[in-house]
């Protein structure tokens, strides 16, 4: 089973550069989660033939958004993190929105796992949405994989916003602090590890250069100069069924590229 992830920077964007279709053509992945759809689900007009489509819009339009496009029906599908979880977290709207409203999450139940895709909020780059991203958003998706995990194993991927180690940028240095490397992004990410997720990418493989996020100035990607921000993580329980974690670096498009998974059962 083939599992992809793509942050794709607007749907109805990468459609027009004709770059969508070719990509699930030669990929052809059993399920695609997608982040960053910026898009109402009748607005996309793509070749999606033989996929059923759960999609998650924010209720701010043109923004945010993750989807799971799946050949296999899964067993139930839920959206968001659950409310008791934003109560208890105490979730609220910032100048940017409610985290919980702006289609963040998407969860499909299948025999085997749970798959969870997310887009994790930005802190941005004042670090406006540090705090929330701190205290209330991972804490409350740590609490909620868990939950899941408590039932069957669980794969989590998508764009989680943070590199996790200095490998997994090109320029830690001049980043230590900035959105996306500080120290509570890299801690949030790191509780999910020692709560037994296992980063697949780095099972397969160590070191640098690995990136799944390039700015658009500066010729960034063409020269490598990027993060690792896009993840599968999956339980313990789970990853003796990866056979491969990949980083699809050639797919165009977006600022993003995709990432991948094979589980075998």
């Not at 109805?12 to 699930?24: E, N, Y």
Request: proline content about 5%.
């Amino acid at each position: 089973m083939l599992i992809a992830s793509w942050n794709v920077n607007g749907i109805r964007a990468v459609q027009r550069k004709g770059l969508f279709d070719p990509f699930i053509t030669t990929l052809q992945p059993d399920i695609l989660c997608l982040q960053e759809t910026k898009a109402q689900q009748h607005e996309v007009d793509a070749n999606l033939d033989g996929y059923e489509q759960f999609w998650h819009s924010a209720s701010k339009k043109g923004y945010s958004g993750t989807a799971i496009l799946s050949k296999t029906s899964p067993l139930s599908v839920t959206t968001g993190l659950p409310k008791k979880l934003a109560t208890k977290h105490k979730f609220a709207s910032d100048p940017f929105g409610n985290p919980n409203d702006e289609g963040r999450v998407v969860t499909a139940e299948f025999e085997e796992f749970f798959l969870v895709t997310a887009y994790t909020p930005n802190a941005k780059g004042d670090l406006g949405r540090l705090g929330l991203r701190h205290q209330q958003w991972d804490p409350a998706f740590l609490a909620y994989v868990k939950e899941l995990n408590a039932t069957k194993p669980v794969a989590i991927c998508g764009d989680l916003n943070v590199a996790h180690t200095t490998d997994d940028l090109s320029n830690p240095k001049g980043n230590v602090g900035k959105a996306g490397f500080t120290t509570e992004e890299r801690a949030g990410f790191e509780a999910l590890l020692n709560a037994g997720f296992v980063d697949s990418f780095r099972v397969f493989t160590q070191g640098s250069g690995f990136y799944t996020w390039w700015s658009n100035f500066n010729n960034s990607r063409a020269n490598n100069a990027g993060w690792r921000i896009d993840y599968f993580l999956v339980s313990a329980d789970l990853a003796p069924h990866l056979k491969a974690a990949e980083i699809h670096a050639d797919y165009m498009g977006s600022d993003h590229c995709p990432v991948s998974i094979t589980l075998e059962f």
